[in-house]
Nanobody, 126 residues
Framework: EVQLVESGGGSVQAGGSLRLSCTAS????????LGWFRQGPGKEREGVAS???????TYADSVKGRFTISKDNAKNTLYLQMNALKPEDTAMYYC????????????????????WGQGTQVTVSS
């Protein structure tokens, strides 16, 4: 069974840092586009960051310069380092992967991602 399992969420004060992890079983990260998404209260799920097999990364404007996506293929683990957190970063964070052909025009287009984790909650207080 293919599974993505996130961890590392929690509660922090504004300005703090967290690192999220997402470990895959039954699935290889090596050759597939991976991403982090988030869904805040009353909001739609939005793309935060993505990483392609060649290491190219993309970030939403709201997190550029503060978040860093990375992966360890040997450990089959995806990471999201989040620094300088703001209250508006409060959300459930999901890792996701593309099985099949990725969207050549948008790395953060949600519909191309067809494998999802269960989510981990991040709460940032002011």
């Amino acid at each position: 069974e293919v599974q993505l399992v996130e961890s590392g969420g929690g509660s922090v004060q504004a300005g703090g840092s967290l690192r999220l992890s997402c470990t895959a079983s039954g699935y290889s990260y090596s050759n597939n586009r991976l991403g982090w998404f988030r869904q805040g209260p009353g909001k739609e799920r939005e793309g935060v960051a993505s990483i392609d097999p060649n290491g190219a990364t993309t970030y939403a404007d709201s997190v550029k310069g503060r978040f860093t996506i990375s992966k360890d293929n040997a450990k089959n683990t995806l990471y999201l380092q989040m620094n300088a957190l703001k209250p508006e970063d409060t959300a459930m964070y999901y890792c996701a992967a593309v099985r099949g052909v990725p969207d050549p025009f948008s790395t953060l287009s949600r519909r191309q991602y067809n494998l999802w984790g269960q989510g981990t909650q991040v709460t940032v207080s002011s």
